[in-house]
C-alpha cells in the first residue's frame, strides 16, 4: 500500500536524537541521585541569574546567595521571597513588555506565551533565553530521544504535533506573543523538521475548522508513527473534522490540492503545496477502509502509529473515554507529564502516568494539599515527598518565575533515581463551594459518569459552573442523542445530584437544608466545546493545542460564554 511505502530511513534521526537526547538523558539521571543537591545548585543558578535585576535586587538575591548550605539557602530565600500568585509579577512584567531590561531576569524576553487568567485578564508568561535554551532546548531532546527509548520504529514515518499559533502579535516594544512550543517547532532542527507531516505555517490558520482540515488532510495521507497533542480534546476535534470531511479529503488527496470549502488564506496555501502532490493510490485505499468500516479511525488510517502523548490526568478522562479502541493496538499511549506555560516541570518517561522532574531546571517547593490554606503550613523541599501524598507546587525558573502557585494539586509517587516523580489530581480550583460544601471536580465528573452508566443516555461533552447569586450549580449537557428533551435532561440533572449526595456529605447537607438549591440543568447544542473553546481562545490568546479547561468552574466570563450555546427548549 501506498502509505506503507511511504517510510524514509531513522537512521539520522536515531544517530543524532541518541546522541544529543542520551547525553541530556544521563544528567537528568545524575541530577536525580541526590535531589536535594541539584535543588540547591538549581536555586543557586537562577539566583545568580537574576541577582542584578529589579526583582533580584528588591529581594535581596545577593544576600540569600551568602547561604552556607542548601538548608541555609532554603530559609533564606523563604524569607526574602513571599509565594507569589500571577498578579504579583504582572507589574514587573507590564514594564518588560514596554521595553525595560534586567526586571525579573537579565536581559529581556525572546516571547511571552500567553494563558488564561484569574482577573480576566490574560497572563503574559515571559521566556528568557535561559528557559528556551534549557527546557525546549535540551529537555526537548530527552523527550524525543525518549519516544525512541519506548518505540524504535518512532521515526520510520512521519509526525502529526499540534502545537499553537507561533506569533499572536507583538507587544509594545516589539516582542512577540504566542505559542512557545509554535515558535520553538517552526524553528527546529532540519532533520527533525522533515519528519513533520506538514508545515508550521498551518497553525496559523484562526478557523478552527479549516485548521483541523489541513492538519488531517496532510496527516491521513502519510504514514504517521508519532502523534504529539497535549490534550486528547484535540484528537476528539480531529476525529470529528475526519468524519465530516472523508469525501472532501479523499478528493484532495486524489488530486493534490487544498479544499478551497475551507478558509485557508492564500499565503499558507503556498507554504503547503511543497506537501501536496497528486497521490490516486492512497485515495484508492482510503476509499476501501470507507467501505469496510465505516466510520474510520486512526487505527484504520494509521495502522503503523507507534506513540501518541497526550495528558492522560486530572479531568481529561472525559476525553479519553471518547477515543477508547480508537488506536492500533500496539501503540503506546503515553502521558504528555505535568506541564503549564508557567513551568514545564518534567517528562514521562514509561508507560506510567507518573512525571519525572527536572531537579537540575527548576526548583520546587510544596506545601501539602490538605494544609494549602494555612499561611503558617511547612513547606517540603522535593527530596521530602511522601509517596502518595497529595501537594501544590511552588516553582521558580529561568524565567523569572520566583516562589510561584502553580494552583495545582499532584500526588507524589514512587521516584526516578532518588526523586520523588508527582502526577495530576487537579486544579486547586477545581475545588468549588458555594456554601461551604467543598465539591470537587473530580466527584462531579464521577457522579456524571455514573449517571450515564445508569440512565443509559451519553454525553459528548458536560461541565457545570457555580451560580453563586442563585445559591446553586448550573449543569450544561451536551447529549449525544440529540433528541433528548428537557424533562429528560432534568431527570438525568436528578441522578447526577443523588449521586453527588451520596460522596460528599457536605454537599448533601447543604442540598438538604436549602443552602443549596436544586441544581438547574441546561443542554448544549451540538459542538459546544469546540465553539466554547475557539471564543476562549480567541478572547484570551491562549495556546489551543494546550486549551484544558475545568470541568467544574467558578468563573463569570466562563460562565456566561458556555451559556451561549444553550439548546433552545422546543418542547
Known amino acids: 500500500m501506498k502509505v506503507n511505502q511511504d517510510k524514509h530511513s531513522p537512521l539520522i534521526p536515531n544517530l543524532l536524537l541518541g546522541m544529543a537526547g542520551g547525553l541530556q538523558y544521563l544528567r537528568l539521571k545524575c541530577a536525580s541521585v541526590n535531589p536535594r543537591k541539584s535543588q540547591e545548585k538549581t536555586l543557586r543558578a537562577i539566583l545568580e541569574y537574576g541577582k542584578e535585576t529589579v526583582y533580584g535586587k528588591e529581594h535581596k538575591f545577593s544576600e540569600i546567595l551568602k547561604a552556607k548550605d542548601g538548608t541555609e539557602l532554603f530559609k533564606l530565600y523563604q524569607k526574602y521571597v513571599n509565594p507569589s500568585e500571577y498578579e504579583d509579577f504582572r507589574p514587573y512584567i507590564n514594564r518588560m513588555k ?336 458555594i456554601t461551604g460544601e467543598k465539591l470537587y471536580e473530580g466527584q462531579f465528573i464521577n457522579a456524571v459518569n455514573a449517571a450515564q452508566e445508569s440512565t443509559d443516555l451519553k454525553l459528548n461533552y458536560f461541565t457545570g459552573y457555580a451560580n453563586l447569586p442563585e445559591s446553586r450549580y448550573d449543569w450544561y449537557f451536551e447529549f449525544a442523542d440529540e433528541s433528548v428533551s428537557q424533562k429528560q435532561a432534568e431527570k438525568f440533572a436528578a441522578e447526577v445530584d443523588n449521586n453527588l449526595k451520596k460522596t460528599n456529605m457536605e454537599y448533601e447537607s447543604k442540598r438538604n437544608s436549602f443552602r443549596l438549591k436544586d441544581p438547574a440543568v441546561f443542554r448544549l447544542e451540538s459542538h459546544s466545546f469546540e465553539k466554547f473553546k475557539a471564543t476562549v481562545v480567541n478572547e484570551t490568546h491562549q495556546d489551543a493545542s494546550r486549551f484544558k479547561p475545568n470541568i467544574l468552574v467558578q468563573n463569570e466570563t466562563l460562565h456566561k460564554i458556555i451559556s451561549e450555546y444553550i439548546k433552545p427548549d422546543v418542547s
Not at 531576569?105 to 511571552?112: T, V
Open 98 to 433: 514596554a521595553g525595560e531590561s534586567d526586571v525579573l531576569f537579565q536581559g529581556r524576553p525572546l516571547l511571552y506565551a500567553t494563558t488564561s487568567g484569574a482577573t480576566g485578564e490574560p497572563k503574559w508568561i515571559p521566556i528568557s533565553k535561559a528557559y528556551l535554551n534549557n527546557i525546549y532546548g535540551k529537555m526537548n531532546k530527552v523527550w524525543l530521544f525518549n519516544f525512541l527509548k519506548n518505540r524504535p520504529k518512532v521515526y520510520t514515518g512521519y509526525i502529526v504535533s499540534i502545537v499553537g499559533k507561533q506569533i499572536e502579535g507583538y507587544t509594545p516594544d516589539g516582542t512577540i506573543f504566542g505559542s512557545v512550543s509554535g515558535f520553538t517547532q517552526a524553528r527546529c532542527p532540519g532533520f527533525v523538521k522533515k519528519l513533520y507531516a506538514s508545515p508550521s505555517e498551518i497553525f496559523a490558520i484562526d478557523d478552527y475548522t479549516a485548521r483541523n482540515y489541513a492538519i488531517m488532510r496532510m496527516g491521513i495521507e502519510r504514514n504517521i508513527t508519532l502523534v504529539v497533542t497535549a490534550n486528547p480534546s484535540t484528537m476528539v476535534e480531529l476525529q470529528s473534522n475526519v468524519n465530516k470531511w472523508w469525501d472532501e479529503y479523499i478528493t484532495d488527496i486524489e488530486n493534490g490540492t487544498m479544499s478551497s470549502k475551507v478558509s485557508i488564506s492564500d499565503d499558507i496555501r503556498k507554504a503547503v503545496e511543497p506537501y501536496l502532490k497528486p497521490n490516486p493510490e492512497r485515495a484508492a485505499e482510503l476509499r476501501e477502509l470507507k467501505e469496510k468500516y465505516g466510520q474510520v479511525l486512526p487505527k484504520h488510517f494509521w495502522p503503523n502509529l507507534q506513540l501518541l502523548t497526550t495528558w492522560k490526568c486530572g479531568n481529561t478522562q472525559i476525553y479519553l473515554d471518547k477515543l477508547h479502541d480508537c488506536f492500533p493496538e500496539e501503540m503506546l499511549h503515553q502521558e504528555f507529564a505535568y506541564f503549564a506555560s508557567e513551568c514545564r516541570a518534567g517528562l514521562v518517561l514509561d508507560d506510567s502516568i507518573e512525571t519525572t522532574l527536572f531537579p537540575h531546571m527548576h526548583y520546587y517547593e510544596f506545601k501539602k494539599a490538605s494544609e494549602f490554606d494555612n499561611p503558617d503550613a511547612p513547606f517540603h523541599q522535593l527530596d521530602e515527598l511522601v509517596e502518595g501524598e497529595q501537594y501544590c507546587p511552588f516553582v521558580t525558573t529561568f524565567s523569572g518565575l520566583y516562589r510561584y502557585n502553580m494552583n495545582d494539586i499532584v500526588q507524589a509517587s514512587s521516584p526516578f533515581i532518588n526523586t520523588p516523580r508527582v502526577h495530576m489530581i487537579q486544579k486547586v480550583n477545581g475545588i468549588v463551594t
